[in-house]
């Protein structure tokens, strides 16, 4: 999976962490851990929500969660609530709310403040979604999602495209239209970028969450 991010924002970034929750979590997603030593894993991972908002992707908040593990190389990843408004982002005229999300692992003396150093894993062609409201069959959310999913969590596979689909051509215009205002790029070079970045689609998966994520070492930031 393809995840382009720029290093500033990682520098120094306040992470959200709010670990106390007396009741159920709302999702619990399970996976494993391909080619880590002993104790190279925390016990957080970091959910980085991708807003869709400029020309970074991801673009939004990051998010630490609960990381369970039940065996040196299984995990559990306890999701204990909604996403932060500022991860939301809309489509079009549709009614619903989405918000996209990456799974990273970090390492075991990871602070509050996210550096790059700290992400030490990730979960490969898959990715965590959550839907606020109703997904219209037809609409440029369900292209988007793959599907029109009932509200709140669900897990979903990535895949590269060749080209770009309805929904994530409308999100780079955005793009394109952000990077030129702001004096980044000129248009035709903004357009490369922003579609170079959003080239995949997201697929249902007939497990939905309990589809088993499997997360690869890879030292350094995403």
């Known amino acids: ?24 979590p709302l999702a619990r997603l399970d996976g494993i851990a391909v080619g880590f030593g002993e104790e190279e894993l925390g016990d957080t991972v970091a959910v980085m929500w991708n807003a869709n908002r400029g020309h970074q992707v991801p673009s939004g908040p990051i998010v630490l969660q609960p990381l369970r593990p ?20 809309r489509l079009g005229d549709d009614a619903g709310d989405l918000a996209e999300g990456y799974l990273f692992l970090l390492r075991p003396d990871a602070g509050d403040s996210v550096e790059p150093d700290d992400f030490v ?10 839907v606020r409201g109703d997904v219209q069959l037809g609409s440029l959310t369900e292209e988007f999602l793959g599907g029109a999913w009932a509200e709140g969590y669900h897990v979903l596979d990535w895949r590269a495209t060749a080209e770009l689909t309805a929904s994530q ?41 309990e589809t088993q ?9 995403p």
């Open 213 to 221: 994520l499997v997360f690869y070492w890879r030292p350094g930031p």
């Open 169 to 209: 051509a409308e999100l780079a215009g955005r793009c394109t239209d952000d990077m030129v205002e702001a004096g980044i790029l000129a248009r035709e070079a903004a357009e490369t970028e922003c579609r170079r970045t959003r080239l995949y689609r997201l697929v249902g998966t007939p497990a939905d969450l």
């Open 121 to 130: 894993g990730t979960a490969l062609g898959n990715v965590v979604v959550y």
């Open 1 to 24: 999976m393809r995840v382009s991010f720029v290093l500033a924002f990682l520098l120094g970034c306040d992470a959200q962490v709010d670990f106390v929750y007396s009741g159920e």
């Open 70 to 89: 039940s065996s040196p190389s299984d995990l559990g990843v306890h999701l204990l609530a909604p996403p932060p408004d500022a991860a939301f982002f």
